[in-house]
């Protein structure tokens, strides 16, 4: 399904609270690229402005079953993934962002081989940072949990990904200076254009 625009994706993957989002929104900001947003099964929150589309679990599932879903994944119970059409409606305006999880790359570059993929890492110790950004935001121990054994299987996918060389830039952030963050992907995204 590679989309006849000359318009690219850039592919944002990371552990929870490393700062992919973030990143993201920038580029959407600055150099006015369009968010593909995802769709999900999970109940909608107050902080959600635009990432996603929130649909039942019988609309998730028939979406898979049509074959309508690039990439989809499963946390906490929930569905979460992209639509064909989301994509390419997005790419035949414009250069485009993307949140994903590391295990969804692989499937995104065989169907979009512009794309460049974006490794948003925390300072080191990286769990201990993620821990601490989780709690800062308001999850709860369970969810802190969770997301901490989520991130320990990323890693591991996200080495493998490093070994067949399918990330194009690693991006650091540390807590307290997102500044360097922002000007370094901003202009790997501008060389890339």
């Not at 609270?17 to 995802?38: N, Q």
Request: aromatic share 8%; charged share 40%.
């Amino acid at each position: 399904m590679e989309s006849s625009s000359k318009n690219k994706i850039f592919g944002f993957i990371g552990p929870s609270g490393s700062g992919k989002t973030t990143l993201a929104k920038h580029l959407v900001k600055k150099l006015d690229f369009l968010y593909i947003p995802s769709i999900t099964t999970r109940e909608k929150r107050n902080k959600d402005k635009g990432e996603y589309k929130h649909i039942s679990i019988k609309e998730f599932e028939d979406h898979i079953k049509k074959k309508e879903i690039l990439e989809y994944t499963v946390f906490a119970g929930n569905y979460y993934g992209k639509l064909k059409k989301d994509i390419k409606n997005n790419l035949d305006v414009n250069h485009s962002v993307y949140t994903l999880t590391p295990d969804q790359v692989e499937n995104l570059k065989k169907e979009h081989k512009e794309t460049k993929i974006i490794l948003v890492i925390p300072e080191r110790p990286i769990l201990k940072t993620v821990k601490k950004r989780l709690e800062k935001r308001g999850h709860n121990k369970e969810e802190v949990i969770e997301r901490l054994r989520e991130v320990e299987k990323e890693l591991a996918i996200i080495n493998d990904l490093k070994d067949k060389k399918l990330i194009d830039k690693v991006i650091y952030t540390l807590e307290d200076d997102y500044f360097h963050a922002l000007n370094k992907v901003h202009r790997f995204a501008k060389k890339h254009l």
